[in-house]
């Protein structure tokens, strides 16, 4: 019994990650019944992953098989930077193309943009043409070749490498075509070269866009705001259905896969689609977007690792904007993919951090001393896109991640949140915050005049004592007359708790009772493996970190 495919989104994805990659995939589709058609029906996204992955070498067979369109679409994924064309990318595929035979090369060639083919080979060369008496100084170092035809003398540029493959690539060209190679060598000769790469561009411009690898200005509409309350589960918005009679069904690059099933809220939502149709609409709107956030970075088309980081960045926005608008609900969610644009809901998602980077910005001047994780998040959330700290992890990593979920929203907003409580304790102790994060090492940490301040109410017993100047030996000592085992009592934290409290009344900061009586815990466990277990009579304040302690002078 043949086996049957795979329904639903999720369940493609996971059937592509499973199924063979690289060599292995390379050596099925030649095992296939026929080998040209299975080759034939890859997108050119495909072909240039698996040459990539395995190297030109070893991909020669595939390059065989592959159409004119497949190739094209190679060129225009690797040989280009911004609009200006890039040679060096494109001398692997003209080897290979070489390597083949030179009816590959004519094939290859006759499909090729006019302006393209020419242009890449005017790069390479200075054309001269005999019939009008041209030719190149005679006392020329240059490496000349002539033409089987005899029509053009041809002076050959770059190394010595490039000027073999440049003459193998014009001798192919003659022998599969004579007419092809006098009509690129005459253009090459004569056609602007600024207008010939703008035509090129354009074209290749326009074959990309259909994948969405959109203008860097029209893809900066991603980034535009959109808040929940200007989306509807069932506004009809969604991404237009994959037309049927398209070359190649729409597949997602294994980058782009793997990122998608890494997204817990979106991988489950995906799951509950049982389509296949709906599956390939997803699979194309997904490619679009990554596309398009690509675009919006200026990136280059087609190198894995930055294929791999906008994937990353465009599925965790992604299933942020969809946990948001379906409130964590799947059966939302599943409407929402069926009822309302990925880029609409990719830009939902955006505005959300966006709200958090601009309470990062301002706190930014003042968060130089405030330790891990505050400081990372808000470094992260400071960046062009705004990005989430692994040092807010659980366990805390390095680098940064973009958010992709409520539970990352709500983890900042609590670190956000802390954090604004502390500088305004530290501000109301009359410490400069900004000038504090610009002095140089060693300088104290943000929370060193809290954790003084809690200090000097516990040892005073004086709720009004909340004042972060260094504290003195005879504080310390009445301080360390709380300590029982190493531990404060509960009536010290009841105390320092409101202390802190009318503290921020009278900013008139509100402050979470959750969030508050963290920080305090933490504070008071600081406290306790700072002071909890010293013995000495006087301590000596270049041997304690974590509070300020005066200095006896002479």
Request: proline fraction near 6%; charged fraction near 25%; include cysteine.
């Amino acid at each position: 019994m043949a086996d049957v495919p795979p329904t639903g989104p999720l369940a493609r994805l996971r059937a592509q990650l499973a199924g063979p990659r690289g060599y292995k995939k390379i050596d099925a589709l030649l095992s296939s019944d026929d080998a040209p058609a299975a080759i034939a029906a890859l997108t050119p996204t495909e072909i240039f992953e698996l040459v990539h992955e395995v190297g030109f070498e070893d991909a020669q067979s595939l390059i065989e098989y592959a159409t004119p369109q497949q190739i094209q679409g190679c060129f225009d994924l690797d040989a280009w930077s911004k609009d200006t064309l890039e040679l060096q990318p494109l001398k692997p595929w003209i080897a290979a193309l070489v390597e083949v035979g030179f009816e590959k090369v004519g094939e290859v060639f006759g499909k090729l943009d006019a302006e393209l083919r020419t242009l890449i080979l005017q790069r390479q060369v200075v054309v001269y043409d005999t019939t009008q008496n041209e030719g190149p100084d005679e006392n020329t170092d240059a490496a000349i070749y002539e033409t089987p035809d005899r029509f053009f003398l041809v002076e050959l540029t770059g190394d010595e490498d490039s000027q073999r493959l440049t003459q193998r690539l014009i001798e192919d060209l003659y022998r599969a075509d004579i007419g092809l190679a006098r009509n690129i060598l005459m253009a090459a000769r004569s056609e602007p070269p600024a207008e010939l790469e703008e035509m090129a561009y354009r074209w290749r411009s326009g074959r990309l866009a259909d994948l969405g690898y959109v203008d860097f200005y029209e893809a900066l509409d991603l980034f535009r705001p959109l808040t929940p309350d200007q989306v509807a589960i069932g506004e009809n918005s969604q991404d237009r259905t994959v037309d049927p009679d398209a070359d190649g069904a729409p597949r997602l690059p294994i980058a782009v896969a793997e990122e998608v099933l890494g997204r817990s809220f979106l991988a489950r939502a995906m799951a509950s689609i049982d389509d296949d149709a709906e599956a390939e609409r997803l699979e194309a709107a997904l490619m679009v977007l990554v596309n398009k956030v690509l675009a919006a970075g200026r990136a280059k088309p087609g190198q894995t690792e930055v294929l791999r980081r906008g994937a990353l960045y465009a599925t965790a926005t992604l299933s942020l904007g969809l946990e948001t608008i379906a409130r964590g609900d799947l059966a939302r969610a599943r409407d929402a993919l069926h009822s309302i644009a990925l880029s609409r809901l990719f830009r939902i998602g955006y505005t959300t951090t966006q709200r958090l980077a601009k309470l990062a910005t301002t706190l930014a001047p003042r968060s130089l001393t405030a330790g891990s994780p505050a400081r990372d998040l808000v470094a992260g959330l400071c960046s062009p896109r705004p990005l989430f700290a692994r040092a807010a992890d659980e366990p805390p990593m390095p680098g940064l991640r973009p958010f992709e979920s409520a539970a990352d929203l709500r983890r900042a907003g609590e670190l956000m949140t802390s954090l604004t409580i502390r500088i305004a304790l530290v501000e109301s102790f009359g410490v400069d915050v900004v000038a504090m994060g610009q002095a140089p090492e060693p300088r104290p940490d943000l929370d060193d005049h809290i954790r003084t301040a809690v200090a000097r109410v516990i040892a005073g017993g004086d709720v009004a004592g909340l004042r972060g100047d260094a504290l003195t030996q005879a504080e310390l000592r009445a301080l360390r007359t709380h300590f029982t085992a190493g531990k404060l009592a509960d009536a010290d934290a009841r105390r320092v708790l409101t202390a802190i409290r009318a503290r921020l009344d009278a900013a008139q900061l509100p402050a979470s009772g959750p969030i508050l009586a963290r920080l305090v815990d933490g504070w008071l466990a600081d406290l306790e493996r700072i002071l909890g277990t010293v013995k000495d009579a006087e301590i000596d304040p270049r041997f304690v970190e974590g509070v300020l302690v005066e200095v006896n002078r002479s």
